[in-house]
């Protein structure tokens, strides 16, 4: 799964439209191969835009969660660690790679 995409359930505060709207935009960018459609394309980029946050936006208010929300400041913080982690072999001059060498 591409890494920025951030997961939009059960969080405190909860998703806001925008987030979704965001959310629904990357996804589209994601699969048309464009982060900016083509005049001609403009209208159905659209549409698919609107279509995926609707969907989203449906789902969300439709998932029923059995554990507290999670605290949107912590998880950003769990995430830049993780990323710092990746970055630290770069910076040292070693690959992240888990493959065995040939």
């Not at 439209?17 to 990357?26: F, K």
């Not at 609707?54 to 993780?82: K, Y």
Request: charged share 25%; aromatic share 4%; net charge positive.
């Amino acid at each position: 799964m591409c890494r920025s995409i951030q997961p939009l359930h059960n969080y405190d505060p909860p998703t806001t439209a925008d987030e979704v709207r965001a959310a629904a935009l990357q996804y589209v960018r994601k699969i048309s191969g464009t982060a900016r459609p083509s005049h001609v394309n403009e209208a159905a980029f659209g549409r698919a835009v609107a279509a995926v946050a609707a969907a989203t936006q449906e789902l969300l208010e439709a998932l029923v969660s059995t554990t507290p929300p999670h605290d949107r400041a912590v998880e950003r913080r769990r995430a830049r660690a993780r990323w710092e982690r990746r970055q630290a072999p770069r910076a040292a001059g070693t690959s992240v790679s888990s493959r065995p060498a040939r």
